[in-house]
């Protein structure tokens, strides 16, 4: 399965799922530069109801004869309200539930009503599994036959996904005489969707789909950037993938936090953050672009635009590759399509490191994942490094030059074979696409930087 170095120190996230996170940096023309990186991340949410119990702890269950009989009718009932989510049957739905008019019942109301703007293309949950039992007072709160079931839950967007984007719920269930019954989503760690987003909104364009919280007049904006982002991707990545994106946008960085299973203070300084699974190919296929509104609001709109076309970036990219490159690289790239149709020159963009380089501490060697570390050094000199390092691929062999050399580092050629190391796999594109070593590229570079300190 790939896995990419990570450069946020983030918590886990749901499985199988990576992170790319746009870090605000402010640079001298006032843009606001967004770079990311590919995270690895493959446990529960840490607010998770600790970890799945075994089979035997499962059959402790408060309910008064815990078999798969009961896990049976569950899952024919989830299918039920799978359908009814697809078909926006309300009726269907509510008679899944114990009592629509609850808090519970009410918040699902909710959840249908939002599900029913997505432009859905499947829904649908696993097979219910066992999960921690209920404590005596829950019990007696509830029902005698209540228990909790972990269940996973997938979806795809319509135009927008090609892979399922999976997620976690826990339903407490109960029995009564029309069977069992849903009757609360709290004894657990069920994962904030999409859809969980207060005063839920959703807009549309050929290319981008918006949702998040407020009035269409709110969110039409990040429309407008991801319907330019897409066809800025494509000039230069090509059209071999789905040109289209999906951007979130919560109504406050404590959502973007749930969202995210975050401390929101770990965000505030991230633009924006992609987020997605991988598939059994190592491709991304339901990519989101979360925005943080608070930082987004502080940048000009030319530096709204870059993070987005940088993360826009991302998306293409993954879902077109197979196996992971040097954060230099891939950072590299997506500040390259970023900032390609900014207007701002390298000097105004890479200042933080050139005046580095200027006092005699500049680098002597490509960044390395540690450098793109935030809790380790200042992170800004090393995204101006991996952006000229990919500025002066494109001066000395051409943009096309480029894209085949990262594909070629990023792809492996035969489907089966391990990921390999991603540090070999680029020295060894560097030799058959450019035609010269890694070591003779970064010798150019750090003399092109001198340069671009001196002038």
Excluded at 172 to 196: C, E, F, K, M, N
Excluded at 275 to 304: E, S
Excluded at 357 to 375: E, Q, Y
Aim: charged residues 15%; positive net charge; aromatic residues 8%.
């Amino acid at each position: 399965m790939r896995r990419d170095p990570s450069r946020l120190m983030m918590q886990p996230l749901s499985g199988l799922r990576r992170t790319c996170a746009a870090v605000l940096a402010v640079v001298a023309v006032g843009l606001g530069a967004g770079s990311c990186s590919g995270g690895s991340s493959t446990g529960p949410s840490a607010t998770s109801a600790a970890t799945t119990p075994s089979t035997s702890a499962a059959t402790r269950q408060n309910a008064a004869d815990p078999s798969a009989g009961r896990e049976d009718a569950l899952a024919a009932l989830l299918a039920r309200r799978a359908t009814a989510l697809r078909t926006r049957d309300l009726a269907g739905f509510l008679a899944t539930l114990d009592d629509p008019t609850s808090g519970f019942g009410l918040r699902q109301r909710a959840l249908f009503d939002a599900v029913s703007k997505l432009p859905l293309a499947a829904f649908s949950y696993g097979t219910p599994q066992p999960a921690p039992a209920l404590g005596a007072a829950r019990v007696a709160e509830i029902g005698p036959q209540a228990w909790v079931s972990k269940v996973s839950g997938s979806y795809e967007l319509a135009g927008f996904d090609t892979n399922p984007r999976s997620f976690e719920a826990y339903f407490t269930v109960v029995h009564r005489a029309a069977g069992w019954r849903l009757a609360d989503d709290s004894d657990g760690g069920t994962q904030p969707q999409i859809w969980d987003i207060p005063s839920f909104t959703v807009l549309r364009s050929r290319t981008t789909l918006v949702v998040g919280e407020g009035p269409a007049s709110r969110l039409r904006p990040y429309l407008a950037l991801g319907d330019t982002a897409v066809p800025r991707v494509s000039r230069v990545w090509g059209t071999r993938w789905n040109a289209h994106v999906v951007l979130v946008v919560p109504g406050t960085i404590a959502q973007l936090g749930e969202q995210l299973s975050q401390d929101p203070a770990s965000l505030a300084q991230v633009a924006a953050v992609t987020d997605g699974p991988f598939d059994a190919t190592g491709r991304a296929g339901a990519d989101r672009i979360f925005v943080n509104p608070h930082a987004f609001a502080g940048l000009q709109p030319r530096g709204q635009q870059v993070v987005v076309t940088h993360e826009s970036t991302h998306v293409a990219i993954r879902s077109t590759t197979d196996r992971p490159v040097p954060l230099w690289l891939s950072e590299g790239m997506a500040d390259f399509v970023g900032y390609r149709d900014a207007g701002a020159s390298r000097q105004q963009v890479a200042s933080a490191l050139l005046q580095r380089v200027r006092s005699g501490h500049g680098p002597t060697a490509l960044p390395s994942a540690a450098d793109f570390d935030p809790s380790r050094t200042t992170i800004a000199p090393s995204y101006n490094a991996a952006w000229l390092a990919v500025n002066r691929i494109v001066d000395r062999f051409g943009l096309p030059a480029l894209v085949r050399f990262y594909r070629t580092a990023a792809t492996s050629p035969d489907p089966s074979a391990p990921a390999g190391d991603p540090e070999a796999n680029t020295a060894a594109a560097f030799v058959s696409v450019l035609h010269v070593s890694e070591a003779s590229f970064t010798q150019d570079w750090l003399a092109y930087l001198r340069h671009l300190a001196a002038s």
